[in-house]
């Protein structure tokens, strides 16, 4: 077992959440979560954060540090002083944990990448953001309560080495966590873009398998669909009556 530093959210009904991180020799992060309780069965791996940052964003939102616990591989936490029974009895498997809701977004960039490269996600940044700009439909205007935009478009405009890190709120809008998918799905050389909920559950690209980030903007697929298409996240749809039209018809 490693040592883990536990923080704990009290909830106004008298209930209450735990939540713990470690810091890993891969330099990865490892966080737990769940019900006050003798185990933590939710467990996510992230890369590009540090362990500072994500524990300062998780005192932001109400939890409060517990101490110092070891948790090992199945979740048991153990505080100092105290062991766990030689044997654990199983009844049953346990129940799969069910994937929490979420409540905010945690974004990080970390651009060590060569001069040329940086230079190409300066040109991308702007790109994509005039992109969105550029959309007819009203949705699609970026919301300048999101700092991000002018973060980015500071951050490489000497296109020096840089590391950001900030929060997408609902009121921002689905726009931001688009725009940055769409950066991260280019896959520059030495930038790691890292896009989490607040239980550090890392997100992807395909929009398909985020419904419920999705949800949390009030929006679906099918309403950003024209925006994720222009940012390159969706293949656009063929429409297969225009084609057809424009085909003439042939009999052999």
């Known amino acids: 077992m490693a040592a883990w530093n536990l923080y704990r959210h009290r909830n106004s009904d008298g209930s209450s959440k735990d939540w713990a991180v470690r810091s890993n020799s891969d330099g990865s992060i490892t966080t737990r979560w769940g019900k006050t309780a003798d ?7 992230r890369y590009g954060v540090k362990q500072l940052d994500i524990e300062r964003q998780k005192q932001a939102k109400g939890y409060v540090l517990v101490g110092e616990v070891d948790i090992d591989v199945n979740g048991n936490v153990t505080f100092p002083g105290k062991t766990l029974p030689a044997t654990q ?31 190409d996600l300066g040109i991308e940044v702007r790109r994509l953001i005039g992109a969105i700009q550029a959309l007819s439909d009203s949705h699609a205007t970026p919301d300048q309560e999101w700092n991000g935009w002018q973060q980015l478009i500071d951050a490489t405009l000497n296109a020096e080495a ?3 890190s900030g929060q997408i709120k609902q009121v921002h809008g689905v726009l931001p966590w688009l725009f940055l998918l769409a950066l991260k799905a280019k896959g520059f050389k030495g930038v790691d873009i890292d896009i989490a909920t607040e239980t550090a559950r890392d997100l992807s690209v395909d929009l398909k398998a985020e419904q419920d980030v999705l949800a949390f903007f009030g929006t679906d697929l099918d309403s950003i669909r024209e925006t994720a298409e222009v940012l390159g996240l969706l293949k656009p749809r063929i429409n ?3 084609a057809m039209s424009d085909t003439d018809d042939c009999w052999f």
Do not use: H
Request: proline share 16%.
């Open 39 to 45: 185990s933590l069965p939710g467990v996510s791996n």
């Open 89 to 119: 009895p199983q009844i049953r498997d346990p129940e799969p944990m069910p994937t929490p809701p979420v409540e905010a977004l945690y974004w990080t960039i970390e651009c060590r990448a060569k001069q040329a490269v940086r230079v």
């Open 162 to 164: 840089f590391e950001l």
């Open 240 to 242: 297969l009556a225009a």
